[in-house]
Structure formats: structure tokens, C-alpha cells
């Protein structure tokens, strides 16, 4: 693997915990840092750091244009997002900076992991490190099904390790998850090291890891709803280790706080910088170049403009609360509302009319600014840090946990954990702020695949539907695997009109710096087995 390649020298890029600075920023020489000085306590906040910053910026552009949830400013743009949206070119070089990003600070996790414990002295940080290392890990299959695992992350020891086969990887990252309780049940009693400040995630309280590890052993899980025989058996063995009353689960948004600093670009909070401001001000260039998509501004301003598409026709009439929190409103056709841009569409075409130049850009909430000015947002994005997880999508979770497996949780009320979600999402979208859910609980009640009535098929999709929505702002890639799951059904996500395909890739192709590097290993992957069911397709989905 080419960037695993190097792992000693890139191992724990800046992490020296006196200068908070040091480890946020990523044009720092890693060779100052010697292995032989290195400590889980020292590897551990640069490794939750650097790798939320792939999930910060590209796995945020890549989920949101693929789940048409944003759209290029095509008035101040020629040809925006076109490799997306033509689905011509998805090769080794599209989006591949996800895995290269990924793989190479997944690293520092498995170091970790790997750190000699004989007095269990570090069971705490290697019960955090196998957790983080799942959380992130499950994506690279979920994208690319056979990855390297058992053989990777050993720097010169293994330059070119083998491909393993996804079912596997899934089983160990579930077993993991167990593992990961139990070192923290037993740390306490085997002198652990507190991880305290530490820890930039839960400042030290090993249970809110315990209900994270569980809450990412439910996403595992509920990822494998559509498979069949022996490994559904295995799933619901596993699921119902989860039912008992005293299982824990996360009860709050779950953040990563490095202390992000507006000192210089690279200590911004990774959001902030690629979304709105650099540290002098200035606005990069993706704040003029994203605005919202037409598909979903249409589900956010209750189909205002009568798009015929019938799944559009459950949004008619029921503006979002939410929808000044992702997006924010222009006057237009003398409405105050969400306007965005058909994919695809230019200027004159439909979707992209020439009456008005006037676009929603990203709202300053998405980082919990309630202003836009640099200042502001640098002043209220930082200290918020990046969200992992929210306790709306947990929420999600146990509502389809509970609809689908109703025996395995039968004290689950699904209804009631779909209703706290939607609940909970007006905090978690306006960055702690006040937002009623309340009267939108109410218009939702009598719209099948919006609120939970109807059908089972029905309230699942109402489940992807809020999922979608909340999911926009911190993790839609998350939400394109969940939309691949449920067979590219819900929700809506049209494709673009200058498309050269039928439907969205299955899966990503491995990059570049694998068949440089891992040639020997690494499997060929056609781009039309991309789009296309075959055994190439994560395990999960291919039936």
C-alpha cells in the first residue's frame, strides 16, 4: 500500500500534547517525531484529529454531491461537479483520497491497538483506539468491500498486505467492539491509565465509550440487513447481545474537541476551513461554489414549486425548521425560501432558470456559527469541534432495529425512538441552539415515508428520509452506503441530468496508490462492475 508504506514516518503526525497547535497542524515535518518516544497517550488525540479530517472534507463533498443533497453554483460556474455528475470517470483517481486519507491515520489507531500492555496499563486507550479504529474502518469496506486488515498497518514489516475478504473484516470489527468493553470494564480494577484531556472525544469517561462501542455495533449490524443464511443468523445472534435493558447507548452528540484554534488554517476546525473561512477571513472557494440541490431544497421547502415527481409529494405544504440550518434563505419569487440548483442543469434549462442568479449558500449553523461573519464563525465553529456521531441518527438506528426485528427487540418501541430523533435533530442541526420540532412532529404524523405512519416499507423509508436530512450536515456518506443498502430507494435522490448512467456505483474503485503500490494484491475493479450487483459489491449488498 503506498501510503502505509511509510506508517514510521507518518505515524502520528504532529502529536506532541504540549502545543495543541502542533498536532492540528498537518504541514508539520513527522520525522521530528522519534517511534521508539511514541505512547498511546500521545498518538491517540492526532489520530482521532487527522482522521476526522477525511470525514470533514472529502467524505462530506463525496456523500452530499452523490446523495444530491448539494449542487455546484452553476450562475458562477461552468461545468460544476461533472465527474459526479456524469458518473463518466469514477476510476482508481475518483474520490480516492478517502481511502488514501483514511488508511493512513486508521494507522495510528492500530498502533495502538498494538502497544505493549503486559501490566494493562493502556486498556482504556486501546479500548478507545479499537473503537475509533471500527468507526472509521467499516467505511473503507463499506466502500470497497475486500480491503486490507489483518496484514495492514505494519509499516516496513509488510509493505504489500493481502486482501481480506469483507465478511471477515466486519466479524472482527464486531468482536472488537466487545473486546473494547471489556478492557474497559477491567481497566478500572487493572490500573488503567486515566486518558483525562487526553481523551478529545469523551474527556475520560470510559462509560460513554462502552455506549459508543455499542451504538457502532448496532450500525454494523443493521448494515447487514439484507444478508441471508448462516451470516443472518450470525446478525441476529449479535443484535439481540444488544436488546437487554442494561445495554448503554450514546445519549448525546458525540464530538471530537482538539481544541481546533483560528491561529492558522491548519488549527481551524477542518469544516470551517473548507466550508467558510481561512484564518485571515477570506472564504474559500467552495463557499460561493456549493449551494444546495434542488432536490433537496424542494424536500426542505415543502415542494413550494410543484415538482410532479411523486416522491416529492409527501414534502407538499410542510416546511423543514431544520431547512435554515443547513442552507441559508434568499428572497426569491417573493418567498423567503431554500433555492438550489438541479444537478446537471445550466443556466436556462429547467431547474436552473435565468430569472435569478440567487442561490442558497451552506448556512453557518452547519459548524454551530449563528452568524456569517469570519469572526463569528471561527469564534463558534472551533470550540464545537466535529461531530461523530448524533444522537438523532443513534435514535434512527433503534427505530429500524425495533421495525425490522421486532422479536429480537421486543421491549423497542420503534415509534417512539423515530419521534425522539426527529426531536433530537433540531439541536443537533443548529449547533445546541433552540429549534422546536414540535409542530413539524405534527404535520409529519399523516405523511407516510415522512412521519411514522403506514406501512413497514413506508416508515423505513421516513427513517432514511430524516436520516438524509440530518445527515447532510456532518456525515452524508454515511447516508449514500445507508441509500446503496435500502437499493437506492430511499430517499429520493434523482440522478443528474447529464448522467451517463442508470443508477450510482455500488461501490468505489481502489486508487491509484494501489495499483502502484499493492499490485500484486490489489483486485481489478472494471467501472462497470462499479454499477452493477456482483461479488465485487460489499458483502452486505449484494443480494
Known amino acids: 500500500m503506498k501510503k502505509i508504506k511509510t506508517l514510521v514516518s507518518l505515524l502520528a503526525i504532529g502529536l506532541v500534547l504540549t502545543s495543541c497547535e502542533r498536532y492540528l497542524d498537518v504541514n508539520e515535518n513527522p520525522n521530528n517525531v522519534h517511534q521508539e518516544n511514541l505512547t498511546p497517550k500521545l498518538v491517540f488525540p492526532g489520530a482521532v484529529t487527522q482522521t476526522y479530517r477525511t470525514q470533514a472534507v472529502s467524505m462530506l463533498q463525496f456523500g452530499n454531491v452523490m446523495m444530491n443533497s448539494w449542487a455546484g453554483n452553476t450562475y458562477a460556474y461552468g461545468g460544476p461537479f461533472a465527474d459526479e455528475y456524469t458518473l463518466s470517470s469514477v476510476n482508481s483517481s475518483f474520490y480516492d483520497e478517502i481511502w488514501d486519507g483514511l488508511y493512513v491515520n486508521i494507522a495510528n489507531f492500530s498502533f495502538i491497538e498494538n502497544y505493549p500492555n503486559a501490566n494493562h496499563s493502556q486498556d482504556y486507550y486501546i479500548a478507545a483506539a479499537k473503537i475509533m479504529k471500527a468507526y472509521y474502518m467499516q467505511y473503507l469496506v463499506d466502500l470497497y468491500g475486500d480491503v486490507p486488515y489483518s496484514e495492514a498497518f505494519k509499516g516496513q514489516a509488510n509493505l504489500t498486505p493481502k486482501y481480506d475478504d469483507d ?97 492558522s488554517d491548519a488549527a481551524l476546525n477542518p469544516m470551517v476551513a473548507s466550508l467558510f473561512t481561512d484564518a485571515a477571513g477570506s472564504s474559500p472557494q467552495n463557499y460561493s461554489l456549493i449551494t444546495a440541490s434542488e432536490n433537496l431544497a424542494t424536500a426542505l421547502n415543502g415542494n413550494n414549486y410543484s415538482l410532479p415527481d411523486a416522491a416529492y409529494q409527501k414534502f407538499n405544504g410542510i416546511v423543514d425548521p431544520r431547512r435554515n440550518r443547513l442552507f441559508l434563505p434568499v428572497s426569491y419569487n417573493g418567498a423567503t425560501v431554500v433555492r438550489g440548483v438541479r444537478q446537471g442543469a445550466t443556466p436556462g434549462q429547467p431547474g436552473a432558470p435565468n430569472d435569478s442568479n440567487v442561490v442558497s449558500t451552506i448556512s453557518p449553523f452547519y459548524v454551530g456559527a449563528n452568524s456569517t461573519a469570519a469572526a463569528t464563525i471561527i469564534a463558534q465553529g472551533n470550540p464545537r469541534g466535529g461531530l461523530l456521531m448524533s444522537a438523532a441518527e443513534l435514535n434512527l438506528l433503534r427505530a429500524e432495529a425495533a421495525l425490522r426485528y421486532p422479536t429480537i427487540f421486543s421491549t423497542w418501541n420503534a415509534q417512539t425512538f423515530f419521534n425522539n430523533a426527529v426531536t433530537l435533530s433540531g439541536p443537533t442541526m443548529s449547533g445546541g441552539a433552540a429549534l422546536s420540532m414540535t409542530g413539524y412532529q405534527t404535520l409529519i404524523a399523516s405523511r407516510p415515508g415522512l412521519g411514522w405512519i403506514g406501512t413497514d416499507a413506508q416508515k423505513l423509508e421516513a427513517i432514511m428520509t430524516q436520516k438524509w436530512i440530518l445527515l447532510t450536515q456532518y456525515n452524508p456518506t454515511e447516508m449514500y452506503i445507508e441509500y446503496n443498502r435500502v437499493q437506492q430507494q430511499y430517499p429520493y435522490s434523482p440522478m443528474a441530468t447529464t448522467s451517463i448512467r442508470a443508477n450510482k456505483p455500488w461501490r468505489l474503485i481502489y486508487p491509484t496508490s494501489e495499483y502502484v503500490g499493492n499490485s500484486a494484491n490489489v483486485p481489478n475493479i472494471s467501472s462497470s462492475e462499479a454499477f452493477t450487483k456482483n461479488a465485487k459489491t460489499p458483502f452486505w449488498n449484494q443480494n
Do not use: C, H
Open 167 to 263: 465478511v471477515a473484516i466486519y466479524k472482527s470489527l464486531i468482536a472488537d467492539m466487545d473486546t473494547a468493553k471489556s478492557l474497559i470494564t477491567s481497566g478500572g480494577t487493572n490500573g488503567a491509565i486515566a486518558m483525562g484531556a487526553t481523551d478529545i472525544v469523551f474527556q475520560g469517561t470510559m462509560a460513554n465509550w462502552t455506549a459508543l462501542a455499542n451504538s457502532i455495533k448496532l450500525r454494523l449490524l443493521l448494515r447487514m440487513s439484507n444478508v441471508t443464511g448462516d451470516l443472518a443468523t450470525y446478525r441476529n445472534q449479535q443484535l439481540a447481545t444488544l436488546a437487554a435493558s442494561s445495554v448503554t447507548f450514546i445519549g448525546s452528540d458525540v464530538f471530537e474537541k482538539p481544541g481546533y484554534a483560528g491561529t
